[in-house]
C-alpha cells in the first residue's frame, strides 16, 4: 500500500518520499546553476519546478539561500 511504502521509505532514507524528491531537484539545481548560464526559470523548469518563485522558495528551503545567492557564491 502506499501507506506501508512511505512508512519504509523515510525509514531507509530518513525523508518523506515528496521532501526526497524536492531534495533531489535542488541537488540537480545546484548542479545546473555550477555548470552553467541557464536562466533561473529554465533551470526551474529542466528541474520539475512549476514556476520560478517555487523553485526560489524550496532551493532556499534546502540550501539555505537562494539559487541566485547561490549561483554568486559559487563564482
Known amino acids: 500500500s502506499a501507506a506501508h511504502f512511505s512508512r519504509a521509505f523515510k525509514l531507509s532514507t530518513g525523508m518523506a518520499p515528496y521532501q526526497w524528491q524536492l531534495d533531489m531537484r535542488v541537488r540537480r539545481a545546484q548542479q ?25 522558495r524550496t532551493f532556499k528551503r534546502f540550501a539555505g ?11
Not at 555548470?35 to 519546478?49: I, K, N, P, Q, Y
Open 32 to 56: 545546473f546553476l555550477d555548470g552553467s548560464d541557464r536562466s533561473l526559470d529554465e533551470v526551474a523548469d529542466s528541474c520539475g519546478f512549476a514556476d520560478g518563485s517555487h523553485f526560489a
Open 65 to 75: 539561500c537562494t539559487p541566485s545567492e547561490w549561483r554568486r557564491r559559487r563564482a
